[in-house]
């Protein structure tokens, strides 16, 4: 359980008798917060929650919003711009966070957007905070896109989507690699974050889908896609989840954090899970930071293992069974 649920749940007396949504709910145990009729919002598909969305839709019912502190401030941003397009009379908001971990910055911003902005708790290295929400312009995920120019191809970014706004270098580095080996017929983008793989995969002649643990990135490759008249499927999954048969190819380019914490967990499990998803021939397409474990998984899960595209970062590997 992470320390700022841990923070809300012991707010008993505040939440009884209260109609509540949690937005952008990065723990599963948030469901359980003692409200007397709680709703769950995630971009996360594995937090499992009443919406998996990249915005919120607030109930007819809710006289509560509390937002655990996203990671990215444009996020932030976004999230409290939606939120108060939503209301047609002053809301209450809870802001909560890791006291080291941009609070400060996040009370700032809810500023702009709230008043009677007021400490409620501090425990567990979080602080609470609680405001009103003022009413503002309705937003929609478009009014906040931004372009991203990919050869002949637009990606459409979306705030909270990996490296928005901008192609990552580790993309750039494995979109180069492939320019030279494009693979064929069925292709797995998998974290396909603003669709930049996928849309070049596409226009490549690949039948492609896409799937990624953010609602946010789904929607910003569905555009992406649309956008360039494309053809794809594009799914939300844990990894591999919401995927079937076997691919000639799965290309990723892998988190290594999981919210806030440094992790190489996921890429493990992408790495180590990806021989079942293969044709017999199949390879797998990573980039990944050259300081980064990966290469004792990938020599264990596949016959052979080869450094595609390399610098002073990143490293392109492509293994197959």
């Known amino acids: 359980m992470e320390n700022s649920t841990q923070l809300l749940r012991r707010q008993e007396q505040l939440l009884a008798g209260r109609r509540a949504l949690v937005v952008e709910a990065n723990d599963p145990a948030l469901a359980a917060l003692p409200a007397e009729q709680l709703y769950v919002h ?22 509560l919003v509390i937002l655990p502190l996203p990671k990215a401030a444009e996020r932030l941003e976004l999230l409290l711009r939606a939120l108060a397009g939503a209301v047609d009379a002053p809301l209450e908001l809870w802001l909560v966070g890791p006291a080291k971990g941009g609070i400060r910055g996040g009370v700032t911003r809810l ?18 905070y609680r405001a009103l929400l003022r009413p503002g312009p309705a937003l929609t995920l478009e009014d906040v896109a931004s372009w991203i120019e990919v050869g002949d191809l637009r990606v459409v970014s979306y705030p909270g989507v990996f ?71 594009v799914v939300g999954g844990d990894l591999y989840d919401g995927v079937a048969g076997r691919y000639q190819a799965v290309i990723t380019n ?3 954090h999981d919210g806030r914490e440094r992790t190489t967990a996921i890429a493990r499990r992408l790495i180590e899970q990806a021989p079942d998803h293969l044709e017999g021939d199949g390879a797998l397409w990573m980039v990944a930071n050259r300081e980064l474990p990966y290469v004792q998984w990938l020599d264990g899960a596949f016959k052979h293992v080869q450094v595609m595209r390399e610098t002073n970062r990143f490293r392109v590997y492509r293994a197959v069974r």
């Open 163 to 233: 490296s928005h706004g901008r192609l990552d270098e580790g993309t750039a580095l494995l979109l180069d690699a492939l320019a030279e080996g494009l693979p064929r017929g069925k292709v797995l983008d998998m974290g396909c974050g603003a669709g930049a793989l996928s849309a070049t995969l596409a226009h490549g002649g690949c039948h492609v889908t896409a799937t990624d643990v953010s609602a946010t990135a789904v929607a910003a490759t569905t555009a992406t896609l649309e956008g360039n008249h494309l053809q794809g499927k």
């Open 111 to 128: 500023s702009r957007f709230a008043d009677e902005v007021t400490l409620v708790d501090s425990a567990r290295h979080c602080k609470l």
């Open 254 to 256: 892998p988190p290594f």
């Open 42 to 63: 995630a971009d996360d598909y594995t937090v499992g929650a009443h919406q998996w969305a990249p915005l919120p839709t607030l109930p007819d019912d809710v006289d």
